[in-house]
């Protein structure tokens, strides 16, 4: 009894463990658009939310960064691109997608439906984050994926 007891849980655990495999973060890398900058904000951490994005779905992506200053206004400036093409451009008010004022660590966070036909494949993303004056606070740019394919993973990034 106590042998079937052992290889049941023996059995469960390597279930667990693979099945939390299948499920688990998948990291990726982003970069500041100048390596040489000393931006005011600095991005920690990167999450898209489900990875990888499905067309049809509404994606989120939230930004984990952090300032020494006190940011009271501004916009995100984001452009994607497919291979080498620009398909999406979009301002969006910085106070839409974080609490403002914001001051050390805060995460902007913004959800975007993609149309039910998106090409599958690789994009780039850049966003640059400016104040209410057009003073660039940060930029950075990352690559994710569009599939085919229905998963709900979570992507995280950071450097």
Do not use: W
């Not at 099945?19 to 390596?35: E, G, M, Q, W």
């Not at 009271?72 to 999406?88: M, P, Q, R, S, W």
């Amino acid at each position: 009894m106590a042998m079937a007891a052992m290889k049941l849980f023996i059995t469960l655990l390597f279930l667990l463990c693979l099945v939390s495999s299948l499920t688990s973060a998948t990291s990726t890398d982003f970069d500041y658009c100048n390596k040489k900058a000393n931006y005011d904000v600095k991005v920690s951490q990167i999450d898209i939310t489900p990875y990888p994005i499905k067309g049809g779905r509404t994606t989120t992506f939230s930004i984990t960064a952090e300032t020494g200053r006190n940011l009271t206004g501004g916009k995100l400036e984001i452009d994607v691109k497919y291979f080498f093409l620009n398909v999406h451009h979009e301002d969006i008010d910085l106070c839409k997608e974080t609490s403002c004022p914001a001051s050390g660590d805060f995460v902007i966070s913004h959800s975007q439906e993609l149309p039910g036909f998106t090409p599958p494949g690789s994009y780039t993303l850049t966003m640059k984050m400016v104040d209410e004056k057009n003073k660039q606070l940060s930029c950075i740019t990352f690559s994710f994926s569009i599939s085919l394919f229905d998963e709900s993973e979570a992507l995280s990034a950071s450097i």
